[in-house]
């Protein structure tokens, strides 16, 4: 019983977690958008490359994809993993849940490795930040 309690908890943390660096996501964008010539300017002048503001964005919101890709594939998959789970089932491979589940994806398995993500997503939300996004573009470039 105490294996489930803490499954709970993990999940839950882990679907919170994944929400909170979409909206952070979504919030940073804005900021970039809002920032516009600045950061355009700024991009510009350290990359050497003359884009278009549109050509700049569309590069930063790849940025910010790739960086919460983690935190979507958690948020979109969690429900169907946890009802597998708790109906004794076996979560579908191609499940980035299940693969980290089983191991393939950290050095433990179950719900240690679900605890591993949880720390690195943990992680990503604490250390995303302009300036994060900002040199996650400019490797993008």
């Given at each position: 019983?105490?294996?489930?309690?803490?499954?709970?908890?993990?999940?839950?943390?882990?679907?919170?977690?994944?929400?909170?660096?979409?909206?952070?996501?979504?919030?940073?964008?804005?900021?970039?958008?809002?920032?516009?010539?600045?950061?355009?300017?700024?991009?510009?002048?350290?990359?050497?490359?003359?884009?278009?503001?549109?050509?700049?964005?569309?590069?930063?919101?790849?940025?910010?994809?790739?960086?919460?890709?983690?935190?979507?594939?958690?948020?979109?998959?969690?429900?169907?993993?946890?009802?597998?789970?708790?109906h004794?089932?076996?979560?579908?491979?191609?499940?980035?849940?299940?693969?980290?589940?089983?191991?393939?994806?950290?050095?433990?398995?179950?719900?240690?490795?679900?605890?591993?993500?949880?720390?690195?997503?943990c992680?990503?939300?604490?250390?995303?930040?302009?300036?994060?996004?900002f040199?996650?573009?400019?490797?993008?470039?």
């Open positions: 019983m105490e294996d489930l309690s803490r499954l709970q908890e993990v999940l839950s943390n882990l679907k919170d977690c994944s929400s909170s660096i979409i909206s952070a996501s979504l919030q940073l964008f804005n900021d970039i958008l809002v920032e516009g010539d600045d950061i355009h300017n700024r991009f510009k002048k350290e990359t050497g490359k003359n884009l278009s503001a549109d050509e700049i964005d569309k590069l930063f919101d790849q940025a910010i994809k790739n960086y919460t890709k983690d935190a979507h594939t958690v948020k979109k998959q969690i429900d169907t993993f946890a009802k597998t789970l708790v004794g089932g076996e979560p579908d491979e191609d499940n980035f849940l299940a693969q980290v589940w089983s191991g393939d994806v950290y050095d433990n398995t179950e719900i240690d490795a679900l605890d591993d993500l949880y720390d690195d997503l992680n990503q939300e604490s250390n995303f930040t302009l300036e994060t996004i040199n996650k573009t400019m490797e993008l470039d």
